[in-house]
């Protein structure tokens, strides 16, 4: 899960995406994602990768589109989300 330092998100899988990009020979073609799933509220960090496709689940529907590629909001908690999907 690609998170940043100010989420406070503590799961086993997360992954900085500040580590990687602020690498000095960074290649960012090798980082481009398909799909962002975005959660939650709060970043502080404004990636450089190259995004495909955002999907924001939020349980209030606000539009938030960080990365300018936003294509589905779903207005759901995100545990009911990874349920469904």
């Known amino acids: ?3 940043d330092h100010t989420s406070n998100y ?3 899988h997360r992954f900085h995406g500040s ?3 602020a690498q000095e ?3 960012r073609e090798d980082y481009v994602f398909d ?3 975005d959660l939650g509220e709060i970043s502080g960090d404004y990636y450089q990768f190259d995004v495909n496709d955002v ?3 939020a ?3 606000e539009i938030k589109d960080r990365f300018g590629k ?3 909001i779903f207005e759901m908690d995100e545990t009911d989300f990874f349920i469904i999907i």
């Open 1 to 3: 899960m690609l998170c």
């Open 10 to 12: 503590k799961g086993k």
């Open 19 to 21: 580590y990687v990009a």
């Open 25 to 27: 020979y960074l290649r």
């Open 35 to 37: 799909l962002v799933i």
């Open 55 to 57: 999907w924001r689940v």
């Open 59 to 61: 349980a209030d529907g």
């Open 70 to 72: 936003l294509t589905n």
